[in-house]
């Protein structure tokens, strides 16, 4: 390789008792792009933050241009022109665009109108449909990414550091930033995209520095390696093949879950649901495929007790469970793991023994005389800890302390060990990494062999085609059907998804043939 | 006639502290500093300025010592609250009470325990040539002192800083998302440090108004909450410069009508009600009032990883 842009010499990094980054090297030459892949908590963040300036290295060296350079400020960072973008946007989001992006580049009097015209300029030169005089906070997502690269450009950027910029994004906008990403590194310049998506690594790097535990375990060149290569260096051993025995419609099995012709109406509003009806059978995995808001959340609820129906009536077993509330139905056994774990799932910080029995604390299970016995509790969380694998020093640690992965395990651990009978998963792997969607997997697989009910919402289609029994699509609040996983297609589920029946997809396909 | 125009330029009188102290509290407050130490930064400002007139005999002294030491419990303020990382509100209630404590408690240093009460002549009325001869407005507007007229040039100087410069927008982006500031190289917490310290300037001299201008002498009842109603002012005003002004001349109004009533007497409602007035006006417009403009991070302690 030429002269590097830039380079690491060993650089560590120690925050109280966590090592972060242990002895990390690399090189980043021109016109570049490089992945930094591994899973939360690898280090990826941390190493790229000394770099930009963000946090101090305890050890090691920085050579840009191969000159040796004290980086102690962002502000140093960027006259050696490395811009970083942060996972969680660091936009002021009352302020236009234009504020925002000549925030501390400007001295003295702000000429707005000649700053908003060199911004839009900018804006227009890349094609991004940015409107320089907008307030941030009401753009989408999407475009406020956009604003972040902006920010970057403007400030003459050529070592452009990227922290997980895809995960807040939707499929489209996700190719238009490829392709400004390789457009950019064409010019010249050099990309750092940290990630913990594989399939992203593949498309856009011309090499992969993948790490764990704060270590660099492997740099490998895109067209030397695949994906399995690269799971196997990210997480240390290979993923656990998921292997599914038995089908639901094994004779004898008996119905758990009836939901009878359920209509929820709010007042002065459309329905949220309409109509639903099917039923889940002992050791069945019923998932629900359909785009976010489509009423999935809503379903879950109205199992769950905190939605009542218009009409219509919940069975368990065969028991009418409708007038129930959320308290009667966990005695019933039921278990729910929300979509949102740090809203509705858990307290960050609260112990995870304390987290464990956040939902049953008013049943008898851990009740001494009255008085709770956190001995017990303790030694339960513990037992949880060691099972499901999760990364905690023991069970006296905040909750919020752990990464997301490892809190998920703790919530799903606890809802399935609730849920006797039925437990709903409510996308219970989104945002997690490659090791811990294997984990929860795993879990909601072992609740079906051992004869509970599952629902599992879903937005993942591969995770629904690998672990559901039946599949049902939701779309506006109805189903558009209930199928049978062998009997459907990735391309069928998206037309389904997207509110078009199977009937109308016939006829399509007899029109084509009759032309 | 005569004596509304009397009670408006009262009413103006009483609103010069009250508009410089909100003043500060903006500058402080839009960084994200919710600068409750104000009650105490006022005392603070009352005592010294007094101080140091008496001792030095001269008004410019006075409201130079004023100026510092009003600096100076803000600084203290504020390494409590951003080099510490303590409670804002709390840090600030607490400062605000020693001060108490240590104005009462230096004034007997210095004075003693005088028999009758030291006295010192006020800040005379500028009139400003010309200007001062217009019926009604020239003595309502013009016929005031010279800290009247520095306020109302501060004004447009504070807004203009905070909209139209550089230095505005570090200032609002800290208190929207002191993240995205520190990220685009900018020092947060000395910025905030120097919005206290700027705050604090403000504060000290709008105290020293009230032992200078107002009374002539110092006690320890001086300021009875007016720190506070420049708080309140700044939250009514919407942390602008000029909301600042409107809502600083509506308070003085309610002051200078609570003293006329008391003076002119025999209204059958007890005088003690009309001293209340500003006080119950600060929580009557903040209940009415329905939409805020909150710096988003105001009263957030900032800490820096590293």
Known sequence: MEQPVVELRGISKRFAKVLANDNVSMKIGKGEVVALLGENGAGKSTIMKILYGLYHETSGEIYVDGVRRRINSPKDAMDLGISMIQQHFSLVEAHTVT????????????????????????????????????????????????????????????????????????????????SFVRKFAEAGNSVIFITHKMKEVMEVADRIIIMRNGRITGEVRKDET?????????IGHDLEILSKEGTAEDAGRKKRLEVRHVTVQPKDAPAVLTDINFEIYEGEVFGIAGVSGNGQQELCEMIYGDLRPTSGEILLDGEDITPLGVAGRIEKGIGYCASDRYRYGMVANMSLAENMMLKASY???????????????????????????????????????????????????????????????????????LGAINNVQKVILRERSEGKSVLLISTELSELFELADRIAVMYQGRFMGIFDPQDLTTEKIGLLMAGVSMEEMTLRKEERTDE | MQNIINLLTRAIFMSTPLILGALGEVIAERTG????????????????GFAGCYLSGNMAVGFLAALICGMLVAMLYGFCTIYLTQHQIVMGTAVAILMTGFCTFFYRVVFGIP????KIETLPVLKIPGLCRIPVIGQVLFSQNIITYITWLIVPVVFYVIYKTAAGLTIRSCGENPEAVEVAGINVRRIR??????????????????????????????????????????????????????????????????????????????????????????????????????????????????
């Open chain 1, 99 to 178: 504020e925002n992006i000549i925030l501390g580049t400007v001295k003295g009097k702000i000429d707005f109108k000649k700053e908003e015209e060199a911004v839009q300029k900018l804006s227009d030169e890349y094609d991004f449909g940015v409107p320089a005089g907008a307030r941030v906070g009401d753009l989408p997502v999407g475009i406020q990414q956009k604003v972040e690269i902006l920010k970057a450009l403007h400030r003459q950027t050529r070592i452009l550091i990227m922290d997980e910029p895809t995960a807040v994004l939707m499929p489209q906008e996700i190719g238009t930033l490829m």
């Open chain 1, 226 to 234: 695949d994906t399995k290569e690269l799971a196997r260096l990210m």
């Open chain 1, 363 to 433: 049943l008898k299970k851990w009740d001494r005389h009255g008085v709770i016995s956190w001995r017990e509790v303790d030694r339960y969380t513990q037992k949880i800890i060691e099972d499901y694998q999760v990364k905690a020093p023991d069970a006296s640690v905040p909750a919020g302390s752990l990464s997301g992965g490892n809190q998920q395990k703790v919530v799903v651990a606890r809802e399935a060990d609730m849920g006797s009978r039925l437990v709903i998963f409510d996308q219970p792997t989104r945002g997690l990494d």
């Open chain 2, 33 to 48: 500093m919710m600068m409750c130490a104000v009650e105490g930064i006022f005392l603070t400002g009352a005592w010294a």
């Open chain 2, 115 to 118: 028999t009758s009460p030291l």
């Open chain 2, 193 to 306: 440090f120097l919005a206290v310290m700027v705050g604090g300037c403000f504060g000290g001299v709008a105290g020293a108004y009230y032992s200078l201008c107002n009374v002539g002498m110092y006690n320890s009842e001086i300021i009875s909450g007016r720190g506070w109603i420049a708080f309140g002012i700044c939250f009514l005003g919407n942390w602008n410069p000029v909301g600042a002004l409107l809502f600083g001349i509506l308070f003085g109004i309610s002051e200078a009508v609570g003293i006329y009533i008391k003076a002119v007497g025999g209204s059958g409602i007890p005088s003690e009600l009309f001293s209340a007035l500003p006080y119950m006006l600060v929580i009557v417009l903040t209940a009415l009032r329905k939409q805020f403009n909150v710096p988003a991070k105001l009263g957030a302690t900032y800490v820096k990883e590293d």
